[in-house]
């Protein structure tokens, strides 16, 4: 996945999360769905910043992968 790529994820994501957020009521289902939206959030975000990064440094940006939730989640803000 290209950084193009992870932008339109990233914004598809939000799309997504924003409409759940902006419907009246909240069923289980739908707080459900939003919080895995926001752990696939930090998951891309974390991967384009991975990217970036080894860009930066001349490494090869395709040499990244998805960090499991566990670890994503628990970053400090």
């Known amino acids: 996945m290209d950084e193009t790529d992870l932008l339109s994820r990233i914004h598809a994501l939000v799309e997504e999360e924003h409409q759940l957020r902006d419907s009246g009521e909240h069923t289980d ?8 939206l926001e752990v696939q959030l930090d998951q891309c975000w974390d991967l384009l910043r991975q990217r970036r990064a080894k860009r930066q440094y001349d490494e090869d940006p395709e040499d990244t992968e998805v960090r499991p939730a566990s670890e994503v989640e628990g970053y400090l803000q």
Request: net charge neutral; no cysteine; hydrophobic share 10%.
């Open 29 to 36: 289902d739908q707080r459900q769905r939003v919080q895995e």
